[in-house]
């Protein structure tokens, strides 16, 4: 299934005058919108390879068909994605779920479809058939050091193939933990963890990173070794400048102050990336914006803020990645979902009057402060996520076009209802 520049042109020139009508609308009231538009055009978001199937929980399953059943198929889904927005332009791997096959074809096809390597995921909380050792009872923190051996000796093959793929990151996500009290020690799994990431680290490329990823529980309910920000910003000052923290939006403890936990990460030069996703409970893992669209914009302006005082590319500075699961929607309608509401909370954080902002902070008049945030919020900023799409070729309504080109059927039609992709 491939879209033709003249359907996405069709599509587009039925909504150009109102899209034009609202565009010049909100210009006239915002000040550098031709900035805004080109910092939107340049932000990529990437999608995991592991999260362009049906998502499941521990109950059930409920399959949605068509689902790709190659890594060269789930490239041609992400192709689909960045046609339609042209924001989709990164693709972050899973190993063992995806391993490439023929590094050549992979990369010839991401050329294709405009696509980067993103960070590479290994995965030490699966056993894998045939395994020598087994992570029940974790990978790198193991009192075993055959089994930590096995994790570590794992992460430096993903790093392998993300070289040969051109990627330039490693992200670790532990699940390594313990479910009662007393079956760990606290000290030596973090101590065992260490060492074990120090050996990863070493393998590392000279323009690599590492970054370390943190969550709250789950799989494991009493422990886990690497369960905050502050466990990993501590792997990830002893272990050097290429470590990083990793922020997934869905694994902190009800009502952490994401923003700023990112705020302070940033500061300290150890945010390496983000995993977008929406959650009401846990690591509930919906489409970004879709629970809590106002801490997603706060979350973003810390993001711009901490970037703009640091003199980073807000592009190319941080690994922006989505990392969901999808029940109940197509896949792909809820990643174009997804980015769309990422693209938005950029553009509400863009709109910030900064200087408004400072100065109200240093005479404390905390009302001014709201309404300069909540101005911003509430600023309806969809023309400008638009008009960047329609500058760069992509749909003025991504969803929309994609069910017009009935896209859900033709997969089908071309793969079989009945195929499961590798995944969540
Ligand atoms: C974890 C974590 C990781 C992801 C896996 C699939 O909860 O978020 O980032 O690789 O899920
Ligand atoms: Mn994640
Ligand atoms: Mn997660």
């Known amino acids: 299934m491939k879209i033709e520049r003249y359907q996405i042109e069709e599509h587009n020139s039925k909504l150009a005058q109102s899209h034009q009508r609202k565009f010049e609308f909100l210009a006239q009231d915002i000040q550098g919108t031709e ?3 080109q910092k939107l055009m340049k932000f990529q ?6 999260a362009l199937g049906t998502g499941g929980t521990r109950f059930g399953r409920f399959s949605g068909g068509g689902e790709p059943r190659s890594l060269e198929e789930k490239m041609g889904d992400i192709g689909l994605l960045h046609q339609l927005n042209q924001s989709s332009g990164a693709i972050s791997l899973h190993i063992p779920w995806d391993i490439p096959e023929n590094i050549q074809d992979i990369k010839v096809l991401a050329a294709q479809y405009g696509l980067r390597f993103d960070a590479m995921n290994s995965n ?9 050792q087994s992570y029940k009872f974790g990978s790198m923190q193991h009192i075993d050091k055959a089994v930590r051996k096995q994790a570590v000796e794992h992460n430096i093959e993903v790093i392998k193939h993300g070289v040969a793929l051109g990627s330039d990151s490693l992200t670790v996500w532990l699940s390594d933990g313990s479910c009662f009290p007393g079956q760990l020690n606290f000290r ?3 101590e065992n963890t260490l060492e074990s990431l ?3 680290y070493a393998a590392l490329p000279e323009d690599w990173k590492i970054f370390v990823e943190y969550k709250a529980f789950e799989p494991n309910f009493y422990s886990m070794t690497v369960g905050d920000w502050g466990q990993s910003l501590l792997f990830a000052n002893k272990l050097g400048p290429k470590a990083y923290t990793l922020v ?3 694994h902190h403890l009800p009502n952490a102050n994401i923003e700023q936990i990112v705020s302070l990460l940033l500061m300290e030069g150890k945010l390496g990336g983000f ?3 929406d959650s009401k409970y846990g690591d509930d893992d919906l489409t970004a914006g879709s629970v809590k669209p106002y ?4 979350i973003f302006n810390e993001l711009v803020a901490g970037m703009d005082a640091k003199g980073m590319d807000h592009a190319s500075g941080l690994g922006w990645m989505i990392d969901a699961s999808h029940n109940v929607k197509d896949p792909l309608e809820d990643l174009l979902q997804s980015v769309e509401a990422i693209m938005m909370a950029y553009a509400q954080a863009l709109l910030v009057d900064k200087m408004g902002l400072e100065e109200a902070r240093m005479q404390n008049d905390v009302v001014r402060c709201q309404e300069i945030l909540q101005n911003a919020f509430r600023t309806d900023v969809r023309p400008l996520v638009a008009e960047a799409r329609l500058r760069a070729n992509a749909a003025l309504n991504p969803v929309g076009l994609f069910r017009e080109l009935q896209v859900r059927e033709k997969l089908i039609g071309e793969r079989g209802f009945k195929t499961v992709a590798t995944g969540l």
Do not use: K, M
């Open 198 to 200: 120090q050996e990863v």
């Open 295 to 298: 801490q997603l914009f706060l």
């Open 248 to 250: 997934d939006l869905g």
């Open 124 to 132: 030490t909380f699966q056993d894998q058939p045939g395994q020598d």
């Open 188 to 190: 030596r799994a973090f």
């Open 45 to 50: 978001i990437a999608i995991p390879s592991w």
């Open 35 to 37: 900035d805004i538009v």
């Open 275 to 277: 995993h977008f996703n």
